[in-house]
């Protein structure tokens, strides 16, 4: 898991935005909503390479905002 602090300064390479924590396929990934890509996290160590982010789909999108709540930025 993520420490809370290395997540309030963690951001998106390609857009410098906040990202989200998230569930995907059973594990945790960070989440850009913005740009609809998310970014795998290996042995707790985000992988924050743009041309290593994967996709999602505008369902699994509508997904992972639930899964966020309504604090967060869509």
């Not at 309030?8 to 410098?16: G, K, Q, W, Y």
């Not at 990934?29 to 890509?37: E, G």
């Not at 509508?62 to 309504?70: D, E, R, V």
Request: glycine share 4%; charged share 25%; proline share 11%.
């Amino acid at each position: 898991m993520i420490d809370q602090d290395l997540l309030e300064i963690l951001v998106c390479p390609a857009d410098r935005g906040p990202l989200l924590l998230v569930q995907r396929s059973g594990a945790d990934a960070l989440y850009n909503p913005r740009m609809h890509r998310a970014y795998r996290i290996d042995d707790d160590i985000p992988v924050l390479l743009i041309d290593e982010a994967e996709p999602v789909s505008d369902d699994e999108h509508a997904a992972l905002i639930a899964q966020a709540g309504p604090a967060d930025p869509p």
